[in-house]
């Protein structure tokens, strides 16, 4: 979520064998990265690299999460607890609005979809792709 609007999903589906994190610590990483040749209209739209040097940044973001230290028990974070906000059954999927929002960053937005990249799965896309995103 940026600004309470979705950009992403990885709803969890292991039930259908789909691996999901969810007994290993994640974080949050930035980069950068050239993908001029499969991420941008499958390489039609090429990079005007004479606005190099490219930047990102991070500003005012908060993450509201649990937080896991060596030693801890993983289970911690799946607690029923109100700590684990995110272990509430409404934040399981999208309300109606959230799901608007998110088709709209899809549309507008989306640059690659590795669920739509189908020369490179050889037409056999990951088994998420084929199910419900929120």
């Not at 980069?31 to 990102?56: C, H, L, V, Y």
């Not at 937080?67 to 700590?83: Q, R, T």
Request: glycine share 6%; charged share 25%; hydrophobic share 30%.
């Amino acid at each position: 979520m940026v600004d309470w609007v979705p950009i992403r999903t990885y709803r969890n589906h292991a039930d259908k064998g789909v691996p999901y994190p969810t007994w290993q610590p994640m974080a949050l990483q930035t980069s950068i990265w050239n993908g001029e040749d499969w991420a941008t209209n499958g390489g039609k739209d090429k990079i005007d690299w004479t606005n190099a040097p490219f930047t990102a940044s991070l500003k005012d973001h908060k993450i509201d999460a649990c937080i896991w230290k060596d030693g801890d028990d993983p289970g911690s974070c799946s607690a029923e607890s109100p700590a684990n906000w995110w272990n509430n059954d409404r934040f399981g999927s999208l309300t109606w609005a959230q799901r608007r929002l998110y088709r709209w960053v899809r549309k507008y937005y989306l640059v690659y979809d590795y669920c739509r990249d189908y020369p490179r799965f050889n037409n056999n896309l990951p088994p998420e792709c084929s199910l419900t995103k929120y």
